[in-house]
T-cell receptor, first 110, second 114 residues
Framework: GQQVMQIPQYQHVQEGEDFTTYCNSS?????IQWYKQRPGGHPVFLIQ?????EVKKQKRLTFQFGEAKKNSSLHITATQTTDVGTYFC??????????FGTGTRLTIIP | DAGITQSPRHKVTETGTPVTLRCHQT?????MYWYRQDPGHGLRLIHY???????DKGEVSDGYSVSRSKTEDFLLTLESATSSQTSVYFC?????????????FGSGTQLSVL
């Protein structure tokens, strides 16, 4: 079936360190979206990647889509306490519904 | 935030009882989804709707049914609740994913089945 693996499941970093989460699919994707969920909150859309090899930046966040459109990553530079939460990738296999990765929970040590 | 409301926000019920969760939107979006969230599993799709009276199953649909009689309302029913259905349930809405629309989520319903 169409599945995606997201790693790591948890990441604890010192404030100021970098953070990366990866999303890997066994099949080619139409596009991929990324969401952030703060503790106790609901997922909120961050960005969508559509093109092969695409790289997008939002301040300290860098999103990449692989050349084969099977993997993606989210990198945060110099983490801050406001970055705490769970980050989900949501690959679109082109079938009217979004599946989600299992998420990476980021905790920050001040 | 998008106009999407889930009710109730919290529900405690007993095994074997029926439960209905409601999702209401004011955005006139075509697509509506029900996800459940459990530790270690992320968000898993239960059912979704692509129009009034048009619904389809997601990856974890067993034990759940849905109905959409109006564009703005999407109901999720647990016919006979079980303890394994204790979870946080999120409703989401979107325009057409085929043209790269994003999902907007409701605030969630915490359901406990005792």
């Amino acid at each position: 079936g169409q599945q995606v693996m997201q790693i790591p499941q948890y990441q604890h970093v010192q404030e100021g360190e970098d953070f990366t989460t990866y999303c890997n699919s066994s099949t080619t994707l139409s596009n991929i979206q990324w969401y952030k969920q703060r503790p106790g909150g609901h997922p909120v859309f961050l960005i969508q990647l559509v093109k092969s090899g695409e790289v997008k930046k939002q301040k300290r966040l860098t999103f990449q889509f692989g050349e084969a459109k099977k993997n993606s990553s989210l990198h945060i530079t110099a983490t801050q306490t406001t970055d705490v939460g769970t980050y989900f990738c949501a690959p679109d296999f082109g079938n009217e519904k979004l599946t989600f990765g299992t998420g990476t929970r980021l905790t920050i040590i001040p | 935030d998008a106009g999407i409301t889930q009710s109730p926000r919290h529900k405690v019920t007993e095994t074997g009882t029926p439960v209905t969760l409601r999702c209401h939107q004011t955005e006139n979006h075509r697509y509506m989804y029900w996800y459940r969230q459990d530790p270690g599993h992320g968000l898993r799709l239960i059912h979704y709707s692509y129009g009034v009276k048009d619904t389809d199953k997601g990856e974890v649909s067993d034990g759940y049914s849905v109905s959409r009689s109006k564009t703005e309302d999407f109901l999720l029913t647990l016919e006979s609740a079980t303890s394994s259905q204790t979870s946080v349930y999120f409703c989401a809405i979107s325009g057409d994913l085929r043209v790269n629309e994003k999902l907007f989520f409701g605030s969630g319903t915490q359901l406990s089945v005792l």
